[in-house]
């Protein structure tokens, strides 16, 4: 997946100026030699796994650029998506940009949500949905959160906000970074006229660890100080 997506990024991308932070999590044979790329690619090397923010985190000490790009391997592009998007991101002074995310099918993905309640979650275990962004006609929306497959930020952003919180390993990271950009008065934005491909795992759903750690991080959001600034944010 990796290799298909830094494919994607030199036949799309060429007039941006990007570089590129691989983090090789579990250790695994890189089946293709980063020299080939015109554009750089660093490689991180962990010793043992870490968490999606922690791996993250140690991306953007080694970014250089005055924006930061967060990106599952899993993501697959059909064009340049980073002119449009930071076009927006400067008109619009925003904390966090994304793109439409669709699948396989080219059917959007719940990608950009409302920020999510314990009754919400009462409701989906009895056969509710999620409380899902509304996308409209417009070119840009505003939701309350975007998924941590593809979040573009001003490196200056990110830095202040103090990048993910750590202690959560997997999953929510991407919902507690949206409510404090929330809380810290910077708005996230949703671009509906990029779109990128993602080919979903859902592990989650189908294993018993990825769903500890899921109810795991839910508990930790819901529990958290951040969670309730945001209550109390919504009730004034």
């Known amino acids: 997946m990796v290799h298909a997506l830094l494919d994607d990024l030199r036949l799309y991308c060429s007039d941006s100026p990007i570089e590129v932070i691989l983090t090789i999590n579990v250790e695994e044979p890189l089946l293709f030699d980063i020299c080939e790329y015109e554009f750089p690619v660093r490689l991180i090397k962990n010793t043992s796994a870490k968490g999606f923010g922690e ?114 390993f997997l999953y929510y990271e991407d919902v507690d970074l949206c409510a404090r950009l929330t809380l810290a008065n910077y708005r996230i934005f949703l671009c509906s006229t990029v779109s990128v491909v993602h080919d979903a795992r859902r592990s989650s759903h189908k294993n018993l660890r990825y769903m500890r750690l899921h109810l795991t991080s839910m508990l930790r959001f819901f529990f958290s100080s951040v969670y309730r600034k945001l209550q109390q944010r919504a009730a004034c």
């Open 55 to 168: 791996n993250h985190n140690a991306a953007f000490y080694l970014a250089t650029g005055k924006f930061f790009c967060v990106l599952n391997p899993d993501i697959r592009l059909t064009e340049d998506p980073f002119p449009i998007l930071i076009k927006y991101m400067q008109e619009c002074q925003a904390g966090l940009i994304a793109p439409r995310v669709v699948n396989n099918d080219r059917v959007q993905e719940d990608s950009a949500r409302n920020f999510p309640s314990p009754s919400e979650i009462m409701q989906k275990l009895f056969g509710g949905k999620s409380a899902f962004h509304i996308d409209t006609a417009g070119p840009i929306t505003s939701p309350d959160w975007v998924a941590g497959m593809f979040m573009l930020f001003p490196h200056e952003v990110f830095q202040k906000i103090g990048g993910f919180d750590e202690r959560y």
